[in-house]
């Protein structure tokens, strides 16, 4: 579920991860406790994703570079996510830093 487009992590419902994988809302219920742990759950795969992205964009880099490819990827990725689902100490860049 890591991605969620269609809603913030406080709007997602089972019903959205139903119909994604074509079952029915009960059917996710004996998986799942309640919404909330479906909410909880997104969190860790969305930070999967930014590390993914991150280690792509290090690959091979150091010092400054390093840290500017890692700022780019993580600046990438927060505008690519609904706004209440980023860390809350997310940084806003509003261009790309230029690498030396």
């Known amino acids: 579920m890591s991605g969620v487009s269609c809603a913030t992590r406080q ?10 994988f074509d079952v ?6 004996s998986h799942l406790e309640n919404t909330q742990e479906l909410r909880t ?5 969305e930070l999967d994703e930014l590390a993914e992205r991150a280690s792509d964009a290090l690959a ?13 990827s993580y600046r990438a990725y927060a505008g690519s996510t609904p706004a ?6 997310s940084v806003s860049i509003q261009r790309p830093l230029k690498e030396s």
Do not use: M, W
């Open 41 to 45: 759950g997104i969190a860790p795969l």
């Open 24 to 29: 029915k809302v009960a059917s996710l219920y």
């Open 60 to 72: 091979g880099r150091a010092g400054r570079d390093a840290l500017i490819a890692f700022a780019n």
């Open 84 to 89: 209440d689902t980023r860390p809350p100490s």
């Open 11 to 20: 709007q997602v419902t089972t019903s959205e991860p139903a119909r994604r």
